[in-house]
């Protein structure tokens, strides 16, 4: 069997409201300020037992709201025939707000256009019985009875379920903003580890390849230029970690755009990496067909970080052979092309550097950001690294 819910106690406010009605309808009957009874057959002191079932309906006028307000129509119809208690009146009016402002949606329509009717059905009824003008005094009774109690619950109500709405709309709100500053702070730290992944990762490459060659040589000529490149690379290291703190920490003049790298540098990208492998059957060639057409800083800045983490990955896994990096862009407009190949490095033990893994998700995020097309692979004995990079021309003519 189903348990019973148990009941909820009435709010201090209802016991109030209830209380007051019944001393002040004890106090009305003992200085018999009570009415005519309608049924001169029905004893007064019956007004006293619809005083006492009105008190108790308006205990459940938030707890069980048309409950109450059937309680409280049967306890009236008992007090108009005894003899009315003005106590009683109010207690019920009482009532009918409540069954509106607290009531299901369907109690709130239903309930104004009900005591409408009702208003016009007794002020008629009053008519036929009386045939006279004061008649109307009736329907005037009605419609302070029930008409004024149930509009006014209704306009308190339209008014609370507004609060509430916007209430509710302020925590959506509130709440959308919240997921939004979340999403940008995973956001910024994405793009500051790709930075510092990129901008750190080929000179560490370097420092560790030429570090692991002065231990395994036992040449002073090769240990000093090891050392050499080691001190070239930490120097560089430093200067791009200082200059990426440096933005971080910027606050003065943040509005001012930041110095990024341009595929105008590639030249010295890949100097670097000559000078980062003690192989001379290692080759770097770079072939740069973007024609004459202006690139976007963001693209301009996502090609370089590819193929900077290309060559620094083709330092560390490479076989000895051609690093061929390539830009393509038909007639000097549409999308940019990057493709690096590098032969696979199959025949080795491991990489000549350790890394993080984090390179290929790194480019992949860059390419993603800016909806284009990203492939890693082995292709014809190659590792070929291709990135399609859309251009917005609108941007392009004012980059």
Known sequence: ??????????????????????????????????????????????????????????????????VGLGVGTAA??????????????????????????????????FIPRATEVLTVLGTLLALAVMR????LLVGIALGVLTIAPAWTGV???????????????????????????????????AR?????????????????????????????????????????????????????IGLLRETAGADRPAPTPRLDGLDALLERARTSVRDDRFSFVLRDGRGAGALPVPVELAAYRIVQESLTNAVKHAASGEVRVELDRVDGGGPLTVRVTSPLGATRPGPRAPGAGAGLVGMRERVALLN????AGPVDGTWTIRAVLPVDEERSEKS
């Open 1 to 66: 069997m189903p348990r019973s819910l148990p009941l909820r106690p009435p709010e201090r406010a209802d016991v109030a409201v209830a209380v007051t009605g019944l001393l002040g309808g004890l106090l009305l009957y003992a200085l018999g300020l009570i009415s005519s009874p309608a049924l001169p057959a029905v004893p007064r002191r019956f007004a006293l037992l619809a005083l006492v079932a009105m008190a108790g309906a308006e205990l459940l006028r938030r707890r069980a709201p048309l």
């Open 76 to 109: 009236l119809a008992l007090d108009v025939c005894a003899g009315s208690l003005v106590a009683n009146v109010g207690m019920f009016t009482d009532l009918v707000y409540a069954a509106v402002l607290y009531g299901p949606p369907a109690a709130y329509r």
């Open 132 to 135: 006279q003008p004061a008649a």
């Open 155 to 189: 306009g308190v109500r339209v008014h609370r379920d507004a609060a509430e709405a916007a209430r509710l709309t302020a925590e959506r709100t509130a709440l959308l903003a919240e997921l939004d500053r979340r999403e940008a702070v995973v956001a910024e730290r």
């Open 192 to 244: 500051m580890a790709r930075e510092l992944h990129d901008m750190v990762a080929g000179h560490l490459s370097a420092i560790a390849i030429h570090s692991s060659a002065a231990l395994s040589i036992d040449e002073p000529a090769a240990s000093r230029e090891a050392l050499g490149v080691i001190r070239e690379n930490s120097v560089q290291g430093l200067a791009e970690m200082r200059r990426l």
């Open 372 to 375: 284009g097309e990203f492939e």
